[in-house]
């Protein structure tokens, strides 16, 4: 049976849409674990694996898409995930610059 500390790497999506393609990327899905009374924690997970790696996804709220949620969303996340040894977010990137001097194509790292 799986538990929340065999989960290594976080990845947190500003968008529902980025969550669906992060779903689609899971090599594996699992089902849900019992949320622990004990924490404060409002996230709604999608757990699974990519290459062995057991992941967590989570998604900011809905309309609420600024630093501020992002950090909250990431602070329960590790909070109720103790075992993350690096986490990541991941989307389309809206807030990527948009000048003719900047060579930034799809599938970057920014």
Request: glycine share 8%.
């Amino acid at each position: 049976m799986i538990s929340r500390d065999d989960f290594t790497v976080g990845w947190i999506c500003a968008l529902p849409l980025e969550t669906a393609a992060a779903k689609a990327m899971l090599d594996e899905i699992y089902p849900q674990l019992q949320a622990d009374p004990n924490l404060n924690d409002n996230n709604s997970y999608i757990l699974g694996s990519v290459s062995g790696h057991n992941v967590v996804v989570a998604c900011l709220p809905y309309g609420v898409y600024r630093t501020t949620s992002a950090a909250r969303v990431a602070t329960q996340l590790l909070a109720s995930f103790k075992a993350i040894r690096f986490s990541v977010m991941v989307g389309i990137g809206g807030g990527v610059p948009r000048w003719k001097e900047e060579d930034i194509r799809l599938g970057d790292a920014v």
